[in-house]
Nanobody, 124 residues
Framework: QVQLVESGGGLVQAGGSLRLSCAAS????????IGWFRQAPGKEREFVAA????????NYADSVKGRFTISRSNADNTVYLQMNSLKPEDTAVYYC?????????????????WGQGTQVTVSS
């Protein structure tokens, strides 16, 4: 019902910036929540950020608060993750996910739809 496609990943030096995009298709009403997760090799998938599709107060993981920003384009079908002051520890495959409902959830199991992921590599 909801298709998600991430893009914008790449290789960047520490201290640099990247902007990830999550293009959504299908039914994406105001009750839909979009979340960003990441998974590094050999590590568990972890929550990064989330917000409702209609916009509101986002929720950020402590590890990225103040550096990452989740936002929505005026087209209302793409969610962005602006990543500034990147660190090598941010290296991971980044996924966007969607779930029904407006409540922001941090657990990956709460999200029904997932994109294919985009690789972010931060070098020292």
């Amino acid at each position: 019902q909801v298709q998600l496609v991430e893009s914008g990943g790449g290789l960047v030096q520490a201290g640099g910036s990247l902007r990830l995009s999550c293009a959504a298709s299908g039914r994406t009403l105001s009750t839909v929540t979009i979340g960003w997760f990441r998974q590094a090799p050999g590590k568990e998938r972890e929550f990064v950020a989330a917000n409702s599709w209609s916009g509101g107060n986002p929720n950020y993981a402590d590890s990225v608060k103040g550096r990452f920003t989740i936002s929505r384009s005026n087209a209302d079908n793409t969610v962005y993750l602006q990543m500034n002051s990147l660190k090598p520890e941010d290296t991971a495959v980044y996924y966007c996910a969607a779930r029904g409902g407006s409540r922001l959830r941090v657990g990956a199991t709460e999200y029904e739809y997932w994109g294919q992921g985009t690789q972010v590599t931060v070098s020292s």
